[in-house]
């Protein structure tokens, strides 16, 4: 057992709530255990210049942690952008493009917008895993509106975070954990048990192989239990999972 109750193999608690935002196309906030993400997407008809002769869509993401979300002040990326900032955001994009043919989506742009309310370890799994349910609720939205004829068809995306502490290979780690962590992964995956992204460092020494086969063992454990809630919460709204 863990010093918060959990077992090595056990997510935080994970609550979804839709719509917090009147405007945007599709949103909602994630508690993911004391992380709690606002994610919104906005769609936009028109492309970059770069892909206007493409045939395609675009998505792309922006992320940033609100200044009360830590026990210390984060400035506002508009006044200090950080490395790791921009890190996280071509992360969260990358993950939703691997999800679509992009060419169904059309000449349309996806913006996502991932603000941490509430910071706790995780940030970036759980914008990821709320991104894709802000855009399923905006495809639905749009498609109410006629401004899609079809839902363009994707595949779910989860991601887990993944760690070694005290020796210990362990599932979804809280700041507690993160911050001692002597190896410190996040996982990216679609429904299909492909991986889309894999992160991993040795945050102190070095690690072994059969230390890395037992994280992408509890990451595939772990993103198969997201995939289960965010089919559930795709269900309770109606939505085809």
Known sequence: MRWNGRK????????VIPAPQRDPAGSVIIQW???????????????????????TGWITAEYGMLPGCSDKRIQRDKIRST???????????RSIRACMDMKLLGQRTVQIDCDVIQ??????????TGAYLALRLAFQRLKE???????????LVAA???GRVKGEMILDLDYEEDVGA??????VMN???????????????????????????????????????????????????
């Open 8 to 15: 090595i193999d056990q997510l935080r608690d994970i609550k």
């Open 33 to 55: 255990g004391r992380t709690h993400v606002l994610c919104a997407v906005q769609i936009d008809e028109k492309v970059p210049n770069w892909m206007q002769s493409n045939g």
């Open 83 to 93: 490395g790791r900032t921009h890190e996280i955001q071509r992360l969260i994009g």
């Open 119 to 128: 910071a706790d370890g995780g940030t970036r799994v759980a914008s990821i």
């Open 145 to 155: 509106k006629k401004i899609l004829k079809e839902i363009p068809p994707s595949q």
């Open 160 to 162: 887990v975070s993944l």
């Open 182 to 187: 002597e190896l410190d992964s996040n996982v």
């Open 191 to 241: 429904e299909l048990g492909e991986f889309i992204e894999i992160q991993g460092t040795a945050e102190k020494g070095t690690f072994k192989r059969s230390e890395w086969d037992s994280l992408m063992d509890l990451s595939i454990k772990g993103c198969e239990q997201v995939f289960e809630i965010q089919r559930r919460y795709l269900k309770e709204w109606g939505l085809t999972p």
